[in-house]
């Protein structure tokens, strides 16, 4: 399996956004080193899903980047995506390694170290870790776990870790520091006036 991406960028679900536009913006920047996880609304219909999960595939396909889908792993197999990401709503990660088989990207939410620990044995490949920092994109999460408890997960796994939640290009040095692989965002990028040049940001901080 090739190496994992450093910046995972989820689609914006906000009434009014472009998320296919965000992403040809950042394509051509980040191409293989990213990873784009298409995410929709809950009250999305599956055909809506869908829809878009096949133009970020084929986007993601032109220069090398994955592209995984969030929750609806039938989507995600439907449009050959590389894999798919699943928190406590969602599947179990056993069984979602099941349904996308031993090949696919498997990422899975984890907070705390014990459910870490528990998602990589049933088989999950990265470990989304968060809010690690305040965010206006997702409503009804705990509190942020702040770069400490990034570093009690990371220190508890050996899968990368992807930190989640209020990142920007300036959190980037703190949450590698405390063991972050990568990070995933969507309002760094989504939010920003130059999307491209927000993902070189975000990229130059990962990389250097
Ligand atoms: C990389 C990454 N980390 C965490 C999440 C959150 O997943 P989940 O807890 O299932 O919440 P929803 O995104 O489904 O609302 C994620 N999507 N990606
Ligand atoms: C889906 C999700 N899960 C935890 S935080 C979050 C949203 C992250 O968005 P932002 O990068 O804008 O804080
Ligand atoms: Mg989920």
Do not use: F
């Not at 219909?45 to 090398?64: N, P």
């Not at 490949?125 to 690690?132: D, K, Q, R």
């Amino acid at each position: 399996m090739p190496s994992l991406g450093r910046l995972h960028l989820i689609t914006d679900t906000r009434p009014g956004r472009n998320p296919l536009a965000v992403l040809r913006a950042a394509l051509p920047v980040a191409r293989s080193e990213l990873v784009v996880q298409v995410r929709v609304e809950d009250s999305a219909t599956d055909r809506q899903a869908y829809d878009l999960a096949r133009r970020a595939v084929a986007l993601c396909a032109a220069y090398g980047a994955t592209c995984l889908v969030n929750d609806r792993l039938h989507v995600a197999l439907a449009v050959a995506a590389a894999g798919g990401h699943v928190g406590a709503d969602d599947l179990p990660v056993g069984a979602a390694r099941r349904v996308l088989g031993s090949a696919a990207v498997l990422g899975a939410t984890a907070r705390e170290p014990a459910t870490a620990a528990a998602a990589v044995a049933a088989g999950a490949s990265y470990l989304g870790v968060g809010p690690c920092h305040p965010t206006s994109t997702k409503t009804g999460l705990p509190d942020p776990i702040g770069p400490a408890g990034l570093r009690a997960v990371a220190e508890a796994v050996a899968v990368p870790v992807i930190a989640i939640g209020g990142v920007t290009a300036a959190a980037v040095p703190v949450l590698r520091a405390a063991g972050a692989y990568g990070v995933a965002v969507v309002g760094a990028v989504s939010d920003a006036a130059d999307p491209a040049r927000a993902t070189a940001e975000l990229l130059g901080a990962l990389t250097c």
